[in-house]
């Protein structure tokens, strides 16, 4: 949506005579004016259409203003919609804060000022195209920052091809002309013969350092046999480089899923596994990954040492992600359709991802809680 765009200005009335006036008043905003006759075509055309501002007259029949605004509250949708009442009749004090208390921006009396109502009805659908705007913005950044995400994980998965495939051949070909050489040592003087013994050795640490790179860019394990096995081994491989003890508890309920899900909790274990060798201090880690019974799948890595700092817990309260490795972390399980906590204080640090197992929702459905408002405003129609 660009700033010039329109947008829907929806008003509601049973009497078309002020639905006319409304427009001739809101004619010059050059916005999109939509007038319906009752409180269910006003609830049947938001249920289909984005709206910014919704202008209802307080007294109509079957559905009066204040149950229509009580019935579009309860929509996540229209949390935010700005509704503005009219009325002729219910004019005094407690009229008016019933009207604020269901949600209403602004009660207006008549006879109205037809300057006033512009300068509102123009505040409100600004802010709502603003208010598009910006969440466009961050839809494309958020679409930017998983596609970022995206990108490395294929050029991890590269890297280590290329190091196994390439660099650890070249490096199995100098261990095999060294093999050789050894069994010739015999010939060489004893400093030649001691130096080529060192190579061997050097050679075999490389190709150590090169199968533990590549395991780190993208475990294998966890393209053949799944998840649960690549946490395991890489977990174990953690403990004996950093010498902190870690417990693993896998739920054995767990099978195969998505690419793009094992490879996200895989991350989510390892960055938080590195924080706890970087930053906390703690010689022991726990990782404990289990379904729960609202098919949500639980990923828990907790560590014993001295907590995040309290400026950074302040920055992480304000929604700044203080490095760490956070914000991809973030990313990865927002992307997911998931969430991700950090508990943390003076006795430790607990990092909690939830993430769904049903598929991905397709685009253009909705969730449960609005499905549910969905049909509750349906039944109305």
Not at 53 to 82: C, K, N, W, Y
Not at 328 to 336: P, S
Not at 340 to 363: F, Q, R
């Amino acid at each position: 949506m660009n700033e010039h765009e329109q947008v829907n200005i929806l008003m509601v009335d049973d009497q078309p005579g002020k639905l006319l006036t409304y427009e001739a008043m809101l004619g010059e905003l050059g916005e999109n004016l939509i007038k319906v006759h009752s409180g269910k075509q006003a609830l049947d055309y938001l249920l289909k259409n984005d709206v910014a501002v919704v202008l209802m007259d307080v007294s109509m029949p079957e559905l009066d203003g204040f149950e229509l605004a009580d019935m579009i509250r309860q929509h996540p949708r229209f949390t935010e919609t700005a509704i503005i009442f009219i009325s002729a009749v219910h004019l005094t004090d407690v009229d008016r804060l019933k009207g604020y208390q269901r949600g209403a921006v602004d009660y207006i009396s008549v006879p109205i000022i037809p300057e006033l109502l512009r300068a509102k009805v123009s505040v409100f659908a600004d802010l709502h195209r603003k208010k598009r705007q910006m969440d466009h913005l961050n839809s494309e950044l958020r679409n930017l920052s998983a596609r970022l995400i995206a990108t490395q994980d294929e050029e991890r998965r590269r890297i280590a091809r290329d190091l196994h495939d390439s660099v650890g051949q070249i490096v199995a070909a100098l261990s095999m002309n060294n093999g050789m050489a050894l069994r010739e040592a015999n010939k060489l003087s004893p400093e030649a013969a001691g130096v080529l013994r060192q190579n061997a050795l050097l050679v075999e640490q490389l190709s150590q350092e090169i199968r533990t790179l590549s395991h780190l860019l993208h475990p294998p394990l966890l393209d053949e046999i799944g998840l649960m096995p690549a946490i395991k081994t890489f977990a174990d491989g953690f403990a004996d480089r950093s010498n902190v003890k870690v417990d693993v508890e896998l739920s054995p309920k767990i099978g195969r899923l998505a690419p793009n899900i094992e490879i996200s909790i895989f991350r989510i274990v390892q960055e938080s596994l590195t924080n706890v060798y970087r930053h906390s201090g703690s010689k022991t880690a726990s990782i404990k990954i289990w379904p729960s019974h609202e098919k949500k799948l639980i990923v828990e890595v907790c560590d014993e040492g001295k907590g995040i700092p309290l400026e950074h817990r302040l920055s992480m309260s304000l929604g700044i992600n203080p490095g760490m490795g956070l914000s991809g972390m973030r990313e990865r399980t927002r992307e997911l359709g998931g969430t991700l906590e950090v508990h943390s204080n003076g006795k430790g640090t607990t990092i909690t991802a939830t993430l769904p197992l049903t598929d991905a929702m397709p685009e253009g459905k909705t969730n449960g809680r609005e499905a549910q408002s969905q049909r509750t405003l349906a039944q109305h129609l």
